[in-house]
């Protein structure tokens, strides 16, 4: 299993960029789906979650109308369009895939163990 994070980059502060993440060797319509972000010396944590229609998703409070986690099945992706950015935001950003096959809308979905592929990374950096 691949999970390739692309789409990274610098961008000044107030300004947007778009994740994607492919998925390889993955039944991905069948996974419940999410981007996780470590800043540096800081702990991983959830970005958002998207359940295997894209019905269903899930947002830390911090990003919450600032960013829009979105799926397209017949592509294997699923994508994290960020806008409004802060240097807050400053971070490597992972995609994951479920491996519970259960999503809810709760703070459990943030939970790392539920994730079991993760991708490498890209690194998304917000001046100033």
Known sequence: VQLQASGGGLVQAGGSLRLSCAALGLTFSSHHMAWFRQAQGKEREFVAGISWS??????????????????????????LQMISLRP?????????????????????TMDRSKYGYWGQGTLVTVSS
């Open 88 to 108: 807050e935001d400053t971070a490597v950003y992972y995609c994951a895939a479920d491996i519970t096959g259960l999503f809810e809308r709760t703070p459990r």
């Open 54 to 79: 894209g019905s269903s998703t899930y947002y830390r409070a911090s990003v919450k109308g600032r960013f829009t986690i979105s799926r397209d099945n017949a592509e294997n992706k699923v994508y």
